[in-house]
T-cell receptor, first 113, second 111 residues
Framework: KAGVTQTPRYLIKTRGQQVTLSCSPI?????VSWYQQTPGQGLQFLFE???????NKGNFPGRFSGRQFSNSRSEMNVSTLELGDSALYLC????????????FGPGTRLLVL | KNQVEQSPQSLIILEGKNCTLQ??????????LRWYKQDTGRGPVSLTI?????NTKSNGRYTATLDADTKQSSLHITASQLSDSASYIC??????????FGAGTRLTVKP
């Protein structure tokens, strides 16, 4: 069974631009969560989608948005990029929400210049 | 304030030795507690998930304990291997959907 895949793996953008990251969950998994990881703040929860609906949202500004498609693939969008958005963005999938084991992808490393 | 604190911040041990990592939390109401291992440059990998009623859970050489009364969890690694060198992150889910992450413990296993 293929694991969680994220594209692209690396990305360089400039301030003010917008970016879209993609996550393909493990086949059969319906829940996708997104996290931001930085050296200073550690792992922080962005949002969770289950069956195309956002179930939970972390404490991030509205510039961060996401969506999930009918095949459970998910995209995350960040508009008007700021230097502080430079981070590793991780996607995790699980079969169900709540108590299920999450499987993480390798992440997309975003650098904002 | 809902917090998750891990200690130590970093740890160096010799191959073959045991070690214990700590996670203390103040979040409430508790849903579950997860330990993750994250190798450098990779996404975290789930080691254990513990609910309120579970005291101990093992995954190979990793054994997690939970004391819901004192709000403390530990991750014990037995007979450490070089491949155990990684960051270990404690994540507590509470209030059904909210979660808090610990800052992690950076473990280095030396030959």
């Amino acid at each position: 069974k293929a694991g969680v895949t994220q594209t692209p793996r690396y990305l360089i953008k400039t301030r003010g631009q917008q970016v879209t990251l993609s996550c393909s969950p493990i086949s059969g998994h319906r829940s996708v969560s997104w996290y931001q990881q930085t050296p200073g703040q550690g792992l922080q929860f962005l949002f969770e989608y289950f069956s195309e609906t956002q179930r939970n949202k972390g404490n991030f500004p509205g510039r961060f948005s996401g969506r999930q498609f009918s095949n459970s693939r998910s995209e995350m969008n960040v508009s008007t990029l700021e230097l502080g958005d430079s981070a590793l963005y991780l996607c995790a999938s699980s079969y169900g929400a709540q108590q299920g084991t999450q499987y993480f992808g390798p992440g997309t490393r975003l650098l904002v210049l | 304030k809902n917090q998750v604190e891990q200690s130590p911040q970093s740890l160096i041990i010799l191959e073959g030795k045991n070690c214990t990592l700590q996670c203390n939390y103040t979040v409430s109401p508790f849903s579950n507690l997860r330990w993750y291992k994250q190798d450098t440059g990779r996404g975290p990998v789930s080691l254990t998930i513990m609910t309120f009623s579970e005291n101990t859970k093992s995954n190979g050489r990793y054994t997690a304990t939970l004391d819901a009364d004192t709000k403390q969890s530990s991750l014990h690694i037995t007979a450490s291997q070089l491949s155990d060198s990684a960051s270990y992150i404690c994540v507590v889910k509470y209030n059904n959907n909210d979660m808090r992450f610990g800052a992690g413990t950076r473990l280095t296993v030396k030959p």
